[in-house]
């Protein structure tokens, strides 16, 4: 493919994402009916579609209108490209500029934050001055990130092994089991160290707060939102004993025994949690506002109802998980959100409601080039 096929062919994904197709499942609709395109065009179409979800207020204005079309338009510009050398007719090109295309469109200060206009109050209620700076990190790629799983290797053995595949990696500082990886990462899954179960893919602040939590041998310790299992099996790394996963969808673990099996990990799935456990982990259901740069239609697909549903689930599974804690244990609360009615002020009325609790350790990482954004708070039982 062209590179102006790969730009119609985003446009028309972004179409039917607007009217309300999920991004994912356009994808890959398109990639089943396109046996032609390679895996070069299939990774180059997802790069401008994702870039566009991302910017999805600001391409709109700095293209002149809401289709796909017009927002690939915006995009080439905000990417300091000219629309015309690749909307041009020929073969599966996008049809020439109108003259109203043509006119190039100044996006406001407003468009540029690409947020809906709801959400920045309680942007800047949660972040202050970093409001700005964490709305415009939002706007662009985040960091591809590796946890080394101790059980089978080192971090600089790993780093070693990867280069010589040709991916190049550093250490993350977020944490001494992350890497962020410099070059090649549609890689990584075929790598040897990743298929033999010495690295998986995992954000630092995600490694950071498992490396945070107070584990120790003997403990029984519960991951008690599991989903995929990533951070069950970083506790399952750092403990070398059994970890329990459970998650109100089961079927979010599918993989995970799988996963657990690749790296040598003591993972237990467990259906109906039974306490007491020393160390639970509540990874809660949030809005994702930290990790919007690698799933950018979450951004614009939160309404207030839903961040308001958010808020009720979120404060009944640390209801939830309390009762099952055993005395003198630890309730580690986290979530992958700047926002503070999902952080700071879930803990605090937590620990309102439950007089019993303290507050040992709170932190929050905003997202940057080592990793997404995440709050993260441990709560013990005296």
């Known amino acids: ?18 009217d309300g197709e999920a991004v994912e499942q356009a994808l ?3 990639a089943r009916n396109a046996r032609f395109a390679g895996s070069k065009d299939r990774a180059a179409i997802r790069d401008h579609v994702f870039d566009a979800l991302r910017m999805w207020r600001s391409t709109a204005a700095a293209g002149g209108g809401d289709s796909g079309r017009a927002r690939m338009i915006g995009l080439l510009r905000l990417q300091d490209q000219d629309p015309s050398a690749l909307f041009t007719g ?32 309680v942007f800047t209620e949660s972040l202050g001055e970093d409001a700005p700076r ?5 706007r662009h790629r985040a960091p591809v990130s590796l946890r080394v799983n101790t059980l089978k290797s080192d971090r600089a053995t790993v780093a070693t092994e990867l280069a010589d595949e040709g991916i190049e990696t550093r250490h993350n500082p977020r ?19 990743y298929q033999s179960g ?28 599991a989903g995929g299992g990533g951070k069950a099996l970083a506790m399952a790394a750092r403990l070398g004993t059994r970890v329990e996963a459970h998650d109100a969808a089961p079927a979010r673990m599918r993989d995970l025994p799988a996963r657990a099996a690749r790296a040598d990990a003591d993972i237990a799935i467990t259906a109906r949690p039974d306490g007491p456990y020393d160390l639970i982990l509540c990874d809660v259901p949030c809005s994702g506002a930290g990790t919007w740069r690698r799933a950018p239609e979450a951004k614009w697909r939160l309404t207030p109802e839903r961040l308001s549903d958010l808020a009720e689930t979120q404060r009944t599974i640390m209801d939830a998980a309390a009762a099952l804690l055993a005395p003198n244990g630890t ?12 952080n700071e002020a879930q803990v605090d009325t937590f620990l309102k409601r439950h007089k019993g609790f303290r507050r040992a350790l709170q932190w929050r990482m905003l997202p940057d080039t080592d990793g997404d954004g995440f709050f993260f708070a441990l709560l013990t039982r005296a």
């Open 134 to 138: 964490v709305a415009e990190a939002l």
């Open 28 to 30: 890959t609709r398109w």
């Open 90 to 121: 020929e073969g599966y090109a996008p049809e020439p500029l109108s003259a109203e295309e043509a006119e190039t469109q100044d996006p406001s200060p407003d468009d540029l934050r690409d947020l809906p206009d709801w959400l920045w109050p």
């Open 175 to 193: 944490a001494d089991t992350a890497l962020t990886v410099l070059s090649n990462p549609r890689r990584v899954a075929q790598s040897q160290a």
């Open 331 to 342: 309730l580690a609360y986290a979530t992958c959100s700047v926002l503070a009615p999902e």
């Open 198 to 225: 010495k690295v998986e893919l995992q954000d630092a602040a995600s490694q950071a707060a498992v490396a945070d939590l107070p584990l120790a041998p003997g403990m029984r310790v519960l991951d008690y939102c």
């Open 1 to 18: 493919m062209t590179p102006a096929a790969r730009i119609q062919v985003a446009a028309d994904i972004l179409d039917r994402v607007a």
